[in-house]
C-alpha cells in the first residue's frame, strides 16, 4: 500500500461521507454484505478498566493477504487512526511513524493485533479494524473499552418541613422563648404547692398560739381557786 495508510483511510471515509450526503453511490464500508469474517476481543478477560492497565485487543480475518487499520471512535463519534498493519507485518502509526511510544502493533497468521501500553481517558472509544480491498472497506464490529462510570452521592442535609410557607418547629428543640416559657411554668408550680403549705404551717401555728394562750388562763384560774 503506497502512501500514508492514515491519509489513505480519511481519503477513504471522507468519500464514503460525501457520496452519502450528495445521493452518488459510492463503495462505503459497511458490515452488511460484506465478504469476510471479522472479529475484535480482548484478549485477557477483563471486568473493570483501569488507569494504566495494559490494554491488548486481537482482530481475526479469513484474509491473509490483506493490510489491516486499527481505529478508535470517540465518545463524540470521531473516528482516530492508530495503526496499519500490512500484509508483510510493517507497521505504521500516526504521523506516518513506523513505532509508537503508547502503541504496539503485529501480525499473525489469521489475527492482527494492537496493544496499548498504558490505558488513559484519552483512549476510552469503541475499537475496531477494518480492511481495504478492492476499494471497499470492510469493518469490525466495534469494541467498546471504557472506564466504569463512577457516580457521587451529595451529601444528605436535613432541612425543617414547611407547609404553605410556615416552618414547624421541633417541640423539643430548646429555644429562648421555650426557656422562658419553661422557667415561667416552674415559677407557677411553685406557687401553686408552696402557697396552700405556706397556709396551712401558718393556721397550725395560729392554732397551737391559742391552744398555749387556753393553757395558760385555764393554770391561772385554778391557781386562784386554790388560794
Known amino acids: 500500500m503506497d502512501g500514508s495508510p492514515a491519509l489513505l483511510l480519511l481519503l477513504a471515509l471522507g468519500l464514503c461521507e460525501y457520496g452519502h450526503r450528495v445521493g452518488q453511490p459510492v463503495c462505503c464500508p459497511g458490515i452488511h454484505g460484506h465478504m469476510y469474517e471479522m472479529k475484535v476481543r480482548f484478549l485477557d478477560t477483563i471486568t473493570q478498566l483501569q488507569l494504566g ?33 500490512s500484509s508483510l507485518s510493517k507497521t505504521t502509526f500516526e504521523g506516518n511513524q513506523r513505532t509508537s511510544t503508547h502503541f ?11 496493544v496499548v501500553k498504558s490505558f488513559t481517558q484519552k483512549d476510552e472509544g469503541n ?3 477494518l480492511m481495504s480491498i478492492n476499494q471497499m472497506l470492510y469493518f469490525s464490529p466495534g469494541l467498546p473499552a471504557f472506564f466504569p462510570v ?4 451529595a451529601p444528605t442535609t436535613t432541612r425543617p418541613t ?3 410557607g410556615i416552618i414547624k418547629k421541633d417541640p423539643f428543640l430548646e429555644t429562648p422563648d421555650s426557656e422562658t416559657s419553661m422557667k ?8 401553686v404547692i408552696w402557697a396552700p403549705l405556706a ?9 397551737l398560739a391559742i391552744t398555749i394562750a387556753l393553757c395558760r388562763r385555764t393554770r391561772r384560774r385554778r391557781c386562784r381557786c386554790k388560794r
Open 53 to 85: 492497565q495494559r490494554l491488548e485487543l486481537e482482530c481475526q480475518t479469513d484474509k491473509k493477504d490483506s493490510g489491516m487499520f486499527w481505529v478508535r471512535q470517540d465518545k463524540n463519534g470521531i473516528l482516530h487512526f492508530i495503526a496499519f498493519i
Open 199 to 207: 397556709g396551712a404551717c401558718l393556721l397550725l401555728l395560729i392554732a
Open 150 to 153: 463512577t457516580t457521587t452521592v
Open 127 to 129: 475499537y475496531f479494524c
Open 162 to 164: 414547611t407547609q404553605h
Open 104 to 114: 504496539e502493533a503485529s501480525k499473525g497468521n489469521t489475527f492482527y493485533r494492537l
Open 184 to 191: 415561667e411554668m416552674n415559677f407557677f408550680c411553685d406557687v
